[in-house]
């Protein structure tokens, strides 16, 4: 289990991480001067049955929320830190926003320095939290008064913390395998180091893998997960994964890359997503700055719906960004204003492969109803039903981020079929291939009906009149009967 920690600064954090696991999440000079946590601190907690839940230590302070965004991406958990002395403070507020935003809905409340107070005073912050609270998704999150100094509160919080880890489910670790970078090192006798948060699927020494969206190739030379040794990483763990290849350096390779399974590999620019807007509206082609796992870049706000997203409502926008990115659908983003002041909105990426034109024609709009589906067999029936009647089943596997096979089964329960075309492959509804089928017959006897001295309707021209949505190449295939 990954623990994330959020709060305002100077609230206990890392005191806490530390009487609870030993260690000093702390690790760079210029933290330990200042007493606060400047970049992500990470900590590592064994436990006796063999496992190791791991806390992310996130800066407090309003300059690093860029940083605390990086540390929210793939937590299992959040542990929300609130100093009894301060109360609710506006990096509580803010932290909070977004863990929201990020869709985060498991969560414990530590009350911190409950040594520096009196009962009254932990009881008023208590209903200040718990107010805080009521309106999102951790209302019924529990509160835990503790004291880093004297120990009060930690045992109950650690027992608390071991049940949450017994109650999370391993994640599924059967997708295309990607790492969120943070870090990037070269370890004397080793060579360049990257770390991360495993994001989906697993890794492991040997495999070829891609740094996107540079399109880097590596090999993996060894895996470290939790910060133990081993052979395999895999999704909803911190690795640190040493690489090898042409080309690969510690320059080569940076803070907000994704190391991927080569068939993943597919940078974008333009996405179609689901945005909830913060506490002003968001209007059109508005600038902002996108915050997606560890990455951070320009963007503008091209809205689908016409009108401006009201204060806290919900719609659907284009974002045009500044440089590539390597994302899959469903992967959740926070935008923030372009002085890093405050939090325009957040949401989910619906599809990565968005167009430049017609961003707003019916068919268009229908194909991002099917794509919003979170259960990606669901998005799969969906795009089988629309007028078309048929998709890149390549692009819906990469950016879903499924294993070919794993697809295929599902096509196969969604009544469809695959089909290929050169090096593509493309997904077709048993009912559209029989309209097909029976429309190709009718526009070839009519045709032979009127020019019986010819001797066949060309397929460019076929394709015209029976299926002008379909690809030249999708047209030129040939299906088998079913």
Not at 42 to 57: C, E, H, L, N, T
Not at 126 to 148: C, N, Q, Y
Not at 231 to 240: E, F, I, K, M, T
Not at 296 to 302: P, Q, S
Request: proline residues 4%; contains cysteine; neutral net charge.
């Amino acid at each position: 289990m990954i623990i994330g920690l959020a709060g305002h600064i100077d609230h206990g954090k890392t005191s806490l991480v530390k009487a609870i696991t030993g260690v000093d999440a702390d690790r760079l000079k210029e933290e330990k001067a200042r007493g606060i946590t400047i970049d992500l601190g990470f900590a590592y907690w064994p436990q006796d049955d063999g496992s190791v839940i791991g806390f992310v230590d996130v800066p407090g302070h309003e300059r690093f929320v860029h940083t605390m965004l990086a540390g929210a991406q793939g937590v299992d958990l959040v542990m929300l830190v609130v100093a009894a002395n301060d109360g609710v403070m506006p990096q509580t507020r803010e932290h909070l926003e977004i863990l929201e935003l990020l869709g985060l809905d498991r969560a414990i409340v530590a009350l911190t320095k409950i040594d520096m107070v009196d009962a009254p005073r932990v009881a008023e912050v208590e209903a200040e939290i718990r107010a805080l609270l009521a309106p999102t998704r951790l209302a019924d999150a529990a509160i835990i008064p503790v004291s880093s100094v004297t120990g009060a509160g930690i045992v109950e919080l650690t027992t608390r913390l071991r049940d949450e880890a017994r109650d999370i489910r391993a994640r599924d670790a059967g997708g295309l395998f990607r790492l969120a970078v943070d870090r990037s090192f070269v370890l004397q006798g080793s060579g360049v180091v990257v770390t991360g948060m495993a994001l989906d699927g697993e890794v492991r020494v040997g495999d070829e893998l891609v740094v996107s969206p540079a399109g880097l190739s590596a090999r993996v030379r060894s895996i470290h997960m939790q910060n133990r040794a081993g052979d395999l990483g895999r999704v909803g763990n911190r690795c640190a994964i040493n690489l090898s290849g042409p080309g690969v350096t510690k320059e080569a390779i940076r803070r907000g890359d994704m190391l991927v399974a080569p068939e993943s590999h597919a940078p974008t620019r333009r996405i179609d997503v689901e945005i909830r807007a913060g506490g002003k509206p968001l209007t059109q082609w508005m600038p902002a700055r996108l915050h997606h796992a560890t990455d951070e870049t320009g963007a503008r706000i091209v809205l689908l719906e016409g009108a401006p997203i009201a204060a806290f409502s919900l719609g659907r926008a284009q974002l045009v960004l500044e440089k590539p990115i390597a994302a899959r659908a469903r992967d959740r983003f926070i935008l923030r204003d372009v002085s890093a002041s405050r939090t325009l909105g957040g949401g989910k990426f619906i599809d990565l492969r968005a167009p430049e034109r017609k961003r707003r024609a019916p068919a268009r709009l229908l194909a991002l109803d099917a794509l919003a589906h979170d259960d990606p067999r669901a998005a799969l029936a969906a795009l089988l039903a629309l007028p078309a009647g048929f998709f890149d089943l390549d692009e819906f596997s990469r950016d879903r981020g499924a294993r070919a096979q794993t697809v295929a089964a599902w096509l196969a329960d969604a009544g469809g079929v695959e089909i290929r075309a050169r090096e593509q492959r493309f997904a077709l509804g048993d009912a559209r291939l029989s309209a097909l089928r029976e429309t190709v017959t009718q526009v070839l006897s009519a045709y032979h009906a009127e020019n019986p001295d010819r001797s066949g309707l060309g397929l460019e021209a076929l394709r015209l009149k029976a299926a002008p949505a379909a690809s030249s190449p999708l047209a030129a295939c040939r299906v088998s009967a079913r």
